[in-house]
């Protein structure tokens, strides 16, 4: 007797930054999955400057067969190298200094810039499979499943799986989830990349990633590779401000150099000296509940998860959430169950880690608040001493070294452990007898 092959699954997703990339090659691999990317954008390319590669990130990047690409500009260590720094930014006075791991095997940190991360990404997928020039307008259930529609009138589907890969702001979890609001958080990212030669008379800039902490913002500066020098800084600015931005929108260096006056020479001199800086305004939201929606739509990457750019490793949280999404899928497939269950179990795994993560904003807020109310007051370059040493602390490093591989073969042991679990399964292959049962024999091959 021929057991009837298991169904195709047709799956969508929204948006090729890496989150939809990292999304793509896993299902890539799977081969009952026929897959469709479409991205808004006329041509892929990145704005923004540098992205830090972390432990998470580089683990997934090997996962993904795309650490090669990179790896040629990373910076790894010997144990003497500093790897980052932490710094007064009124007095240039040194908080905490770490260096880079001395393990062979450890991930080379390093600080690159965007648009390699995207194009090592974008040398796993075939050419021809992103569809540029679609932006997602409308979505549309049926008992079929999902189909989208663009804003050049076209439209695609049925798909048995929409995966929303779309960025902060996410049409696909604006329409899974219509009450979330995002909202300004009343801070501007501005963000540049120069050649080093331009700050290379500047003295005392330290050879590593330096944060440059004041009360209330800060600056990043990076020698990267290539001789390049990144400065990423943060910025108060007014509501009304911040509602006008448009993201990676170009502004002037008088624009910039207003909101540092009160930092020590150096990064004085470090602003001083890029003449055109992009400017990102930071929006955010509340944590979502769920990152599925009817058993048909799974958000992923910063759509799951509108953090606002906070621990600077959202590319990290997108690869994870793709691996997570794609195992769920295979997994349930390999077990005769449902998109609806996989994606199930992509949000149990899922949603306590964003919970998680939001706790760590949480507390952040709460020493910002704690500071303020010790008495008597602290002075300015305590209360930076303070709260570098609260925020930056090194138990909140399990979030760079989080191995969500390890989370998931965890979650499927137990999950098999469960006596419902061993129920469903039985269910499964007595409902599989009886669907074979049923095939007609003129169907059934001698
Ligand atoms: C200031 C700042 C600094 C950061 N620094 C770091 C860092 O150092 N390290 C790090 O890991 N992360 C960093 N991040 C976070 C990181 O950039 C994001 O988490 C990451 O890009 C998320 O990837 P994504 O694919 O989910 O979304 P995106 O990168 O936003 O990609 C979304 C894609 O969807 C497409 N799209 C959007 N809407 C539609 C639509 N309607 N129809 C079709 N396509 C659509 C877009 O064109 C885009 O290609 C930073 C973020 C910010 C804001």
């Known amino acids: 007797m021929t057991i009837a092959p298991k169904k195709q699954i047709k799956i969508a997703i929204i948006g090729a930054g890496p989150g939809g990339l990292a999304a793509a090659i ?20 990145e704005v923004g400057a540098g ?8 683990r997934h990047l090997q996962l993904l067969g795309a650490a090669q690409e990179i790896e040629q500009y990373s910076n790894r260590g010997d144990g003497n190298k500093i790897d980052g720094e932490h710094r007064n930014g009124r007095t240039g006075e040194l908080l905490s200094r770490r260096f880079q791991s001395v393990n062979p095997d450890a991930p080379p940190r390093s600080r690159i810039q965007r648009y390699k991360l995207q194009r090592a990404l974008l040398s796993r997928v075939p050419e021809d499979l992103i569809q540029l020039s679609k932006k997602l307008e409308k979505i549309e259930e049926t008992a079929e499943g999902v189909t989208v529609a663009f804003t050049d009138g076209t439209k695609a589907g049925t798909f048995d799986l929409l995966i929303g890969a779309d960025g902060i702001r996410s049409v696909v979890r604006q329409y899974a989830f219509p009450d979330h609001k995002l909202s ?36 990043y500066t990076d020698p990267l590779d290539e001789g390049l020098f990144e400065i990423a800084t943060r910025a108060s600015e007014s509501e009304e401000h911040g509602k006008k931005v448009s993201w990676g929108q170009k502004v002037s260096k008088e624009q910039v150099i207003r909101h540092y006056d009160g930092y020590c020479e150096t990064v004085r001199q470090i602003i001083a000296a890029p003449d055109e800086w992009l400017e990102f305004a ?15 739509i799974a958000l992923l990457g910063d759509a799951s998860h509108p953090l606002s750019g906070a621990f600077g490793s959202g590319a990290a949280f997108a690869f994870e959430d793709a691996h997570v999404l794609a195992r769920a899928i295979q997994y349930a497939h390999n077990h005769n169950r449902s998109v609806g269950e996989a ?49 930056w602390k090194t138990s909140n490093d ?47 091959s001698a």
């Open 26 to 45: 896993n299902f890539l691999r799977i081969p009952f999955v026929e897959l469709s990317v479409f991205d808004q954008a006329t041509e892929l390319r």
């Open 51 to 58: 992205i830090s590669i972390n432990e998470n990130t580089w």
């Open 184 to 219: 300004y958080t009343g801070k501007v990212a501005y963000r540049t990349i120069i050649p080093a030669s331009k700050v290379a008379h500047i003295k005392e800039i330290p050879p590593a990633s330096t944060f440059w902490h004041t009360a209330k913002t800060h600056v």
């Open 282 to 296: 930071m929006f955010g939201g509340p944590r979502l509940e769920s990152v599925i929606h009817h058993d048909r």
């Open 343 to 391: 994606l199930k179990l992509y949000d149990e795994i899922r949603s306590p880690h964003y919970k998680s993560l939001y706790s760590v904003l949480n507390e952040f807020a709460d020493n910002a608040k704690e500071i303020e109310a010790i008495s008597p007051p602290l002075e300015e370059d305590d209360m930076i001493a303070e709260s570098t040493r609260r925020n």
């Open 398 to 444: 399990w979030i760079y070294k989080y191995d969500v591989t390890k989370v998931w073969d965890e979650s499927v042991k137990e999950l098999e452990t469960q006596q419902s679990f061993q129920d469903l399964t039985l269910e499964a292959s007595q409902r599989k007898v009886a669907v074979e049962a049923d095939v007609p024999q003129a169907l059934v």
